[in-house]
């Protein structure tokens, strides 16, 4: 029995859209008229597609969604309720219509007997693999429901990082783009009706004013110009970053930065900190839990400093020695981590370097944000000064030449 995506008509003529079970197509559309709906498509929900449509049907399938997911099959399989009911109640109690389907296709493929890890393995835009291994850890080891809660966990700790950061540079975005409308707002209408008062008396202008107004000619004249310029430079940079060389390059520049460096190392640390130890607890083994949690790194550099780290340790190495000898990890980090490998308690040191990490870049990013807020107001406050001053500076003249 498979799971099928329907689209009917009811007796009013209102298009419906919802999932239902059966063995073919043509038995749906029975069930669908024994409800007094005219079935208009009926298509079976199935992940053997294309990777188009992969990413089609994974819209609308968000983090936060997921997690719910995650929290409510936990909690309904700790209380004892057999995965398939389970899977039945969460899929009635979700509103997303993909992720209906989805929890219907998966309970699909329980019901013929296959295990959960290879039932959300149709999935993998959906499910990634971190969150197939680690169930399928859970369920090797018979502990399904603590590995899911860990999964849920994850989940919201990873989301509230990215909302935190997020929220974080709203403000910023918004100052700055108001401040460049203003200027430019300034610079291309009101300088120049302003201006055109002093320039039809004749008089020799300022040095000020006549760069004001050069100024004002080229972002009025240019300045749609200037926006398509900066607008196909954003998108030939990201067209650029597809090739992996050039990828890299970028990425090991951005490592050497100053500030920034220190906010990109934090970021995939914590990352890659959070979900070894998810996987180290949930009893994926270490080297498969290192390339995992390679995987969810951004950076490049710091990616395959991990991939190599699990080479040496394939070859006998500790893991603290394998990460150190990379130079991409911050030492404490690697202190804790050493401290797991020699009391055995791996797992509770890297979830403690990962909050560490995650706390240590809130404070980064809360400080450069405080800097960052007055510096733009200062700015913005040096221009219009600027821009106040050309055109006094005329008038000042007008007044020695009345006097």
Not at 9 to 33: F, I
Request: charged share 20%; glycine share 6%; hydrophobic share 45%.
């Amino acid at each position: 029995m498979s799971a099928f995506e329907y689209t009917a008509l009811d007796v009013s003529g209102r298009k419906l859209k919802g999932v239902l079970e059966g063995d073919a197509p043509r038995q749906v559309r029975q069930q669908l008229r024994d409800q007094g709906l005219t079935p208009l498509s009926v298509d079976e929900v199935s992940q053997r597609k294309s990777n188009t449509e992969k990413k089609t049907f994974s819209r609308g399938i968000s983090s936060t969604e997921l997690a719910v997911f995650t929290r409510q099959l936990a909690t309904l399989i700790g209380s004892g309720m057999p995965l398939e009911e389970t899977l039945e109640a969460v899929g009635k109690q979700t509103e997303n219509d993909r992720m209906q389907s989805t929890i219907a296709a998966v309970r699909s493929r329980i019901k013929e007997g296959h295990t959960l890890a290879d039932a959300l393995a149709d999935f993998p835009v959906i499910f990634p693999e971190l969150y197939r291994s680690t169930v399928a850890a859970g369920e090797q080891t018979g502990h399904l429901d603590v590995v899911l809660s860990r999964l849920a966990d994850y989940t919201e700790n990873r989301q509230m990082l990215i909302q935190s950061i997020s929220q974080a540079l709203i403000y910023p975005a918004v100052l700055t783009l108001t401040a460049l409308a203003v200027v430019g707002l300034l610079l291309g209408y009101v300088v120049p009706q302003v201006v055109q008062v002093f320039t039809d008396l004749g008089q020799t202008l300022p040095f000020l004013t006549r760069a004001l107004i050069a100024t004002s000619d080229i972002v009025r004249d240019f300045g749609w110009l200037m926006i398509l310029l900066v607008v196909a430079g954003v998108l030939a940079w990201r067209k650029a970053l597809q090739t992996e060389s050039i990828r890299r390059r970028y990425h090991v520049r951005l490592l050497k930065l100053p500030l920034i460096g220190k906010l990109v190392r934090g970021v995939n640390t914590a990352r890659f900190a959070r979900t070894f130890s998810i996987l180290t607890a949930s009893g994926v083994p270490v080297l498969e839990g290192l390339r995992i949690s390679a995987n969810v790194m951004a950076n490049l550099p710091m990616r395959e400093a991990v991939l190599e780290a699990s080479l040496r340790v394939r070859e006998g190495t500790t893991v603290q020695k394998a990460l150190e000898a990379s130079d991409c990890f911050p030492p404490l980090v690697l202190h804790l981590i050493g401290s797991g490998e020699s009391s055995g308690q791996l797992e509770d040191m890297l979830e403690r370097a990962a909050q560490n990490q995650e706390r240590d870049l809130e404070n980064r990013i809360s400080t450069l944000m405080k800097i960052f807020e007055p510096a733009m107001i200062l700015i913005m406050g040096v221009i219009v000064l600027v821009i106040v001053l050309a055109i006094l500076l005329p008038i000042f003249d007008l007044n020695q030449l009345v006097k």
